[in-house]
C-alpha cells in the first residue's frame, strides 16, 4: 500500500466511482473507477487507467487499496517505472 491509501478488507467495502489499486507482489498491476461489483464472489469490475480496458479483479488474487475519498488520482509512470 503507498501512503494514504486504506487496504480493502473485502468487495462489500467498494462502491461504484471509487478509485482502486490492485497489486501483485507489491507491484500495482491496475488502477482505476469501480463500475461494478460482484461481492458475494469477491470480484469487482473496474475501469483501468493504465491499460484503457475494462478489467475484472478477485479480492482474492490482488492487494486492494483505495485512495481516500476525493482524492484525485495520481501519476504512476514512477512507480511502473520502478517495478
Given at each position: 500500500m503507498t501512503t494514504g491509501e486504506a487496504s480493502v478488507a473485502d468487495c462489500h467495502d467498494l462502491v461504484a466511482g471509487?478509485?482502486?489499486s490492485a497489486r501483485y507482489k507489491g507491484?500495482?498491476?491496475h488502477r482505476g473507477r469501480v463500475?461494478?461489483?460482484v461481492p458475494e464472489c469477491g470480484l469487482f469490475w473496474i475501469?483501468?487507467?493504465l491499460t484503457g480496458g475494462r478489467h475484472?479483479?478477485?479480492k482474492a488474487d490482488l492487494e486492494i487499496g483505495r485512495a481516500p475519498t476525493g482524492t484525485a488520482p495520481r501519476?504512476?509512470?514512477g512507480e511502473l517505472a520502478a517495478a
Open positions: 471509487d478509485l482502486p507491484s500495482v498491476v463500475t461494478e461489483q475501469m483501468d487507467e475484472l479483479l478477485d501519476d504512476l509512470a
